[in-house]
T-cell receptor, first 109, second 113 residues
């Protein structure tokens, strides 16, 4: 079983749509959780951290369910510029980040 | 603040040849990571350094891959001999604190033919 598993993609949505990505992780000792964004042929960049209480950053909302070992990312009012690959990432304290395979989002006009 | 510098940006080699990649992390970042990202996959950790010591190299194919960070600053990753399946982007990242606050370099895209 992979350490971090994500929804298979790609997700193709029109502008203005709401889209949700899901992710599960296998190591119950995982302590930190993130969503990274990776544009085509670019390096990954941190989109947002994910906290147990849930957190929001503009049109983006992240949720964590430790009991189910499940992480989600919701994007509201999708923009063309949201087209990218979204990587679910976890780690334990002091260890390197473990990345999921990524889910590709394509937003069209 | 200068970012993580990597070179070269692109490299094409024949199988069984050798290749080396260089990374200069952000000044003051003690932790340095090398990741391999195969097309369509997420980045996979190859090796993690804390200053000039290895913290985790459990996923480094040590029969052909080697990495060093002799003075605890810049680092070199080498592949010898290369195989077709080594075609990937090699990403270097650094952080002030282990496991947090990563900054990635632009990566080196390796094609083995």
């Amino acid at each position: 079983r992979k350490e971090v598993e994500q929804d298979p993609g790609p997700f193709n949505v029109p502008e203005g749509a709401t889209v949700a990505f899901n992710c599960t992780y296998s190591n119950s000792a995982s302590q930190s959780f993130f969503w990274y964004r990776q544009d085509c042929r670019k390096e990954p960049k941190l989109l947002m951290s994910v906290y147990s209480s849930g957190n929001e950053d503009g049109r983006f909302t992240a949720q964590l369910n430790r009991a189910s070992q499940y992480i989600s990312l919701l994007i509201r009012d999708s923009k063309l510029s949201d087209s990218a690959t979204y990587l679910c990432v976890v780690n334990q304290a002091g260890t390197a980040l473990i990345f999921g395979k990524g889910t590709t989002l394509s937003v069209s006009s | 603040e200068a970012g993580v510098a990597q070179s070269p940006r692109y490299k094409i080699i024949e199988k069984r040849q050798s290749v080396a990649f260089w990374c200069n992390p952000i000044s003051g970042h003690a932790t340095l990571y090398w990741y391999q990202q195969i097309l369509g996959q997420g980045p996979k950790l190859l090796i993690q350094f804390q200053n000039n010591g290895v913290v985790d190299d459990s996923q480094l194919p040590k029969d052909r891959f080697s990495a060093e960070r002799l003075k605890g600053v810049d680092s070199t990753l080498k592949i010898q001999p290369a195989k077709l399946e080594d075609s990937a982007v090699y990403l270097c990242a650094s952080s002030l604190v282990q496991g947090l606050g990563y900054t990635f370099g632009s990566g080196t895209r390796l094609t083995v033919v």
